[in-house]
C-alpha cells in the first residue's frame, strides 16, 4: 500500500449535504506533511442554523469565495496524489461525488479511499470512541474541530497511527463509485 496519502474533510451549509462550504486537504507521505489546502467555498444554497452553529461558517463568510467549480482545477491535482483518506469517509466522498455531479464534472469513476473512523475502531479498541475529537485527543494532537483544514490533518495524523499498530491497512481501501454515489460492495 501506498505510504502517500491525501487526507480529506469538507464542511457543509445544510442536511442536504450536496455542496460544500468548505475543504481542507492534507497530503501526507511516511507520516508527514508534504502539503496542505484550505479554502472556504461558496455553496451557492442556503445556510442552515445547525450547519453555522457547528462550523462557524456563515454566508457573509463565503459569499465572494469561489464556487466548486471555480476550486476545482486547483484541488483536481492534489487529490489525485495519494490514496483518499477521509474521518467518517463516505460521507465526505457523497459531498465531493454529488457537487461533480451537480456541477457537471467528470472525473475517476470509481476511487480507492479509506476511513480512519472504521479503521480506528478495529485497530485502536482501546480509544473510548471512535469520533475525531476523541481520537485527538487520545493521541494528543491539535485539533480545531469542524475546520476543514485542522479536520484534515488530524485524519491524516491518524491513518498513519493506525499504520503503526502493525496492521494491514490495505484491508481497510474501499471503492468509491462517483458515478452512483456510493461505496462498492466488495466482492
Given at each position: 500500500?501506498s505510504?502517500?496519502?491525501?487526507?480529506?474533510?469538507?464542511?457543509?451549509?445544510?442536511s442536504?449535504?450536496?455542496?460544500?462550504?468548505?475543504?481542507?486537504?492534507?497530503?501526507?507521505?511516511?507520516?508527514?506533511?508534504?502539503?496542505?489546502?484550505?479554502?472556504?467555498?461558496?455553496?451557492?444554497e442556503?445556510?442552515?442554523?445547525?450547519?453555522?452553529?457547528l462550523?462557524?461558517?456563515?454566508?457573509?463568510?463565503?459569499?465572494?469565495?469561489?464556487?466548486?467549480p471555480?476550486?476545482?482545477?486547483?484541488?483536481?491535482?492534489?487529490?489525485?496524489?495519494?490514496?483518499?483518506?477521509?474521518?467518517?469517509a463516505?460521507?465526505?466522498?457523497s459531498?465531493?461525488?454529488?457537487?461533480l455531479?451537480?456541477?457537471?464534472?467528470?472525473?475517476?469513476?470509481?476511487?480507492?479511499?479509506?476511513?480512519?473512523c472504521?479503521?480506528?475502531?478495529r485497530?485502536?479498541?482501546q480509544?473510548?470512541?471512535?469520533?475525531?475529537?476523541?481520537?485527538?485527543d487520545?493521541?494528543?494532537?491539535?485539533?480545531?474541530?469542524?475546520h476543514?483544514?485542522?479536520?484534515?490533518?488530524?485524519?491524516?495524523?491518524?491513518?498513519?497511527?493506525c499504520?503503526?499498530?502493525g496492521?494491514d491497512?490495505?484491508?481497510?481501501?474501499r471503492?468509491?463509485?462517483?458515478?452512483?454515489?456510493?461505496?462498492?460492495?466488495?466482492?
Amino acid at each position: 500500500m501506498s505510504q502517500r496519502v491525501v487526507a480529506f474533510d469538507v464542511e457543509t451549509p445544510n442536511s442536504l449535504n450536496d455542496r460544500m462550504s468548505a475543504v481542507g486537504i492534507t497530503v501526507m507521505e511516511r507520516g508527514q506533511v508534504v502539503e496542505e489546502f484550505y479554502s472556504l467555498v461558496n455553496p451557492e444554497e442556503e445556510f442552515e442554523p445547525f450547519n453555522v452553529e457547528l462550523t462557524g461558517i456563515t454566508p457573509e463568510m463565503v459569499a465572494h469565495e469561489p464556487t466548486f467549480p471555480q476550486l476545482w482545477e486547483t484541488i483536481r491535482p492534489i487529490l489525485e496524489q495519494g490514496m483518499l483518506v477521509a474521518h467518517n469517509a463516505p460521507f465526505d466522498m457523497s459531498v465531493l461525488a454529488k457537487c461533480l455531479r451537480d456541477y457537471g464534472l467528470t472525473w475517476h469513476k470509481r476511487v480507492p479511499y479509506a476511513c480512519t473512523c472504521q479503521m480506528s475502531r478495529r485497530l485502536i479498541p482501546q480509544s473510548p470512541n471512535h469520533k475525531l475529537n476523541t481520537l485527538c485527543d487520545y493521541f494528543g494532537l491539535e485539533l480545531d474541530h469542524h475546520h476543514a483544514g485542522s479536520d484534515s490533518r488530524a485524519c491524516g495524523e491518524i491513518f498513519f497511527r493506525c499504520v503503526e499498530t502493525g496492521a494491514d491497512v490495505s484491508g481497510f481501501v474501499r471503492t468509491y463509485d462517483v458515478e452512483r454515489i456510493r461505496t462498492e460492495k466488495r466482492r
